[in-house]
C-alpha cells in the first residue's frame, strides 16, 4: 500500500493538470471537481439507494453466475457426455456481446433485474472454463493415492480438488468481480432501471455533468474493488496464490491482477499435471 | 494368494516384465529386488491395480501402499494426510506418528518437512490403511541406518496379517522376507 500511494498521488496529478490544462468541465474535470461532485451526491437518499440497489442486483448476478459455473462445470468433469452436451451452450455464452444480452433480457424480463441477469450470464462462463481446468489440473498422482487408499468423496474433494481448485477459483473470481460491474453497469446505462449507477450515469450524460459521470465511475471502482477483496477473502482466507494464466480465445487473459481482464472464454492456471512413472 | 499369474508388460515396445508369477501366504513377505529399471515399479503398480498387464493376471486385492515418490497432500500437515486415507481416530494416528518423527514434525504442512520425514509419514499412512496387500516401494530412501532401522520395525509391527511386498535396493535387515528377484 505504501508503494502504490506515491503513484496513485502521481496519477492523480497527472488527471489534475489535464483538467487545467485543458480548461473545459465538459470535455474534462480533475479529481477535486470530482471529489466535490461525489460530495454532494453522497448527500441524497438517492444515490445511497441507487448504490444499494446496484450493487444488491450485480453481486447477486455475479453469485449466480458464479454458483452456475462451478455447479455446471462439476457436472461436466464428472460426465464426458454432459460437457459435450454444454460445450455449445458455453460456447455462445462466451461469444454473445453483452449489448445482445441486454436487449434480450429487456425483451424476456424488463428492466428491474436487467443488471442481475446480465452479470450472471457474464460471469458464468468464465467461472465454467476456470473450475473445469482447475479439476482437471488435479495430479494425476495423488488420484492415483486416493484410488488405491479408496478415500471416501468427500476426503477427495476436500484434500484432492479444493486445493487445486482454489487457486483457479480465485483467478476466475477477480476477473468475475470487474466483469461484472463492468457488464452491470453497462447494462443499466442501456435498461435505465429506476434508482441504479447506471441510470445516475446516464442522467449525467443527458445534462452533461462531466464531474457526475466521474464521481459515479469512482463509486463502481470501489465498489468492484471491494467485492473482489471480499470474495477473494471469502474463498482462500487470502493465503493461496493465483496461477499463472493462458489466454482464451479472444485473446484475454484471466490474472491475478485483471491486467487483460476482458470479456469471452477465460483459462486460468497451469496444467499441474503430472504423468505417472 | 496367488497374486501374479504370468504376467508381462512393455512400454512403448521395450518389455519390463515377462510372464511373472507372484504368491506368498497372508502374513507373508516378499522382498522385490533387481537393478535399477528391471521393473520392480511395475510390478508394484500392477499389484496395486495401477497398470494393465498387456498378458497374464493380476489377482485384485485390496492394498495400502508407500509409492516411489512421497505423493502426500502438500498443504496439510501429517495428521491430516494420514487420516485423509484411513479409518482411525486422530488419536490413534497422532500416536503411531509420534513412533516415527517429532512432536514439532506433525503441526506443520508436510510440505515443510525434510524428505526423510516425509516419507515416514506416508509409511504410517500406508501402515494405518486397510487392506490385504501392503505395498512399498523403496520406503527407507532417504532414510539413515537408525531411522530406518525404527520405520522397519514399525511396519512389520503393524503388517497385521496382510501380505507385505517391498522393493528395496539395500537388503540389510530385510532376512525374514522371501526375496523375488528381477
Known amino acids: ?277 | 494368494m496367488i497374486l501374479l499369474e504370468q504376467v508381462s508388460k512393455s512400454y512403448g515396445g521395450l518389455k519390463v516384465l515377462s510372464g511373472v508369477s507372484l504368491s506368498a501366504e497372508p502374513g507373508g513377505r516378499v522382498l522385490v529386488t533387481g537393478r535399477s529399471g528391471a521393473g520392480k515399479t511395475t510390478l508394484l503398480r500392477l499389484l496395486l491395480g495401477l497398470e494393465e498387464p498387456d498378458a497374464g493376471t493380476v489377482h485384485p486385492f485390496t492394498a495400502a501402499a508407500v509409492f516411489q515418490e512421497d505423493r502426500l497432500f502438500e498443504e496439510f500437515d501429517a495428521v491430516r494426510n494420514v487420516r485423509a486415507c484411513v479409518q482411525e481416530t486422530e488419536e490413534h494416528i497422532r500416536e503411531a506418528l509420534l513412533s516415527l518423527l517429532p512432536e514439532e514434525a506433525l503441526s506443520k504442512p508436510v510440505s515443510g518437512l525434510s524428505g526423510g520425514m516425509r516419507r515416514r509419514v506416508s509409511v504410517v499412512r500406508a501402515c494405518l490403511a486397510g487392506g490385504e496387500l501392503l505395498i512399498m516401494d523403496e520406503p527407507f530412501a532417504g532414510l539413515d541406518a537408525e531411522t530406518r532401522e525404527n520405520t522397519l520395525a514399525f511396519i512389520l509391527a503393524r503388517q497385521n496379517g496382510r501380505v507385505l511386498v517391498i522393493s528395496a535396493h539395500d537388503t540389510e535387515g530385510l532376512s525374514s522376507f522371501s526375496e523375488y528377484r528381477l
Open chain 1, 1 to 277: 500500500m505504501k508503494r502504490v500511494l506515491p503513484a496513485a498521488a502521481f496519477w492523480l496529478l497527472v488527471w489534475q493538470l489535464a483538467a487545467m490544462a485543458v480548461s473545459n468541465t465538459i470535455l474534462l474535470v480533475g479529481p477535486l471537481e470530482t471529489a466535490a461532485a461525489l460530495l454532494r451526491m453522497a448527500g441524497t437518499a438517492e444515490f445511497w439507494a441507487s448504490v444499494a440497489g446496484s450493487m444488491l442486483r450485480i453481486v447477486g448476478g455475479l453469485l449466480a453466475g458464479t454458483a452456475a459455473g462451478i455447479l455446471l462445470a462439476s457436472v461436466s468433469f464428472a460426465s464426458p457426455r454432459a460437457e459435450l452436451v454444454l460445450s455449445p451452450f458455453v460456447a455462445v455464452m462466451k461469444a454473445v456481446p453483452v449489448a445482445s444480452f441486454v436487449i434480450l433480457i429487456l425483451i424476456w424480463a424488463g428492466n428491474g433485474m436487467l443488471s442481475f441477469f446480465v452479470t450472471s450470464m457474464v460471469v458464468f462462463p468464465v467461472l465454467y472454463v476456470n473450475t473445469l481446468n482447475g479439476l482437471r489440473s488435479t495430479d494425476k498422482k495423488l488420484l492415483e493415492v486416493a484410488r488405491v487408499f479408496r478415500m471416501r468423496p468427500s476426503a477427495r474433494v476436500r484434500y484432492l480438488y479444493l486445493p487445486q481448485l482454489v487457486p483457479f477459483l480465485k483467478a476466475g473470481l477477480a476477473l468475475a468481480a470487474g466483469m461484472s460491474f463492468k457488464s452491470g453497469v453497462a447494462a443499466e446505462v442501456i435498461g435505465q432501471p429506476l434508482l441504479s449507477i447506471g441510470n445516475g450515469l446516464y442522467r449525467a450524460k443527458i445534462w452533461l455533468e462531466t464531474a457526475d459521470v466521474f464521481a459515479w465511475t469512482a463509486v463502481v471502482i470501489f465498489i468492484s474493488w471491494l467485492i473482489e477483496r471480499l470474495i477473494l477473502k471469502a474463498v482462500a482466507g487470502g493465503k493461496a496464490q493465483a496461477p499463472g494464466t493462458h489466454a482464451g480465445p479472444d485473446g484475454t487473459h484471466a490474472g491475478p491482477d485483471r491486467s487483460h481482464a476482458g470479456p469471452g472464454g477465460t483459462h486460468a492456471g497451469p496444467d499441474s499435471g503430472k504423468e505417472a512413472p
